[in-house]
């Protein structure tokens, strides 16, 4: 099983991010390979990555997404990067599983009124983790 | 020529996003038909529309990004929905022209970096007109 987590770099960033992408990336290692397992280093987050153009990861990642059996997307961050891999996701027919923090912010009805993937909304770290498990029971 | 223009409805918002929708929704009747005309109501914003599902918004919307000739995304403003617009409309193979007004902060290499859409950014609306032109042109 091929994992793509998708989560913001460049976008919004929330003072937990880095641990609970941490935590979910450690996590999604019990269900099989996470592609982009480089994704849980925290000097990521903001800047990306520097040493690639941004055709390069563009093109990196975009093949992950696309070789991914699953991909688990954390959208309690804004993030147009997200967003994109998203709606490739879905024209290539993927397993999508999006998750946010629980939070009265309105969420985008381009994900919340998709029926081509799984939207859940977490109170705990914990929560998210039994989400996912129930993702992969139903592959 | 059908024309779907993409902007930040539930995502981040700029003091002068509603101005520089208008202005370039506006523009764009110049060159076909606007189907999001109404994203140019500045009561949308934030909250998103009240009166449909968000499974009818999403599928509304998708119907109409797949039915158009012309992709215009205003990615100013960091949203989960653009980004997942430009996803779904770079599978389709849509002429894609994202535009943002200029700025130091890092856009995703998801846009930055595809080289499926022409990205541009401006200084000023009239600038913004000036690169929307350019684009049709080459149509």
Redesign the interface.
């Given at each position: 099983m091929k994992i793509y987590y998708a989560m913001s770099?460049?976008?919004?960033q929330n003072t937990d991010s880095d641990k609970v992408n941490t935590a979910l990336i450690e996590f999604l290692k019990n269900f099989g390979e996470v592609l982009t397992e480089h994704f849980s280093n925290p000097a990521l987050t903001?800047?990306?990555?520097t040493k690639l153009?941004?055709?390069?990861?563009?093109?990196r990642?975009?093949s992950w997404l696309l070789s991914a059996d699953a991909i688990i997307a954390e959208?309690s961050n804004?993030?147009?990067?997200?967003?994109?891999?998203?709606?490739?996701?879905?024209?290539?027919n993927k397993k999508i599983l999006c998750i946010r923090k629980e939070s009265p912010?309105?969420?985008?009805?381009?994900?919340?009124?998709?029926?081509k993937l799984t939207f859940k909304e977490y109170s705990s770290i914990e929560v998210a983790k039994t989400f996912i498990s129930e993702f992969f029971k139903q592959q």
């Open positions: 770099i460049s976008g919004e903001g800047i990306g990555e153009s941004d055709k390069e990861i563009h093109d990642d975009i959208v804004i993030s147009l990067g997200v967003g994109y891999e998203i709606g490739r996701a879905v024209e290539n912010k309105r969420l985008s009805a381009m994900i919340s009124g998709c029926d």
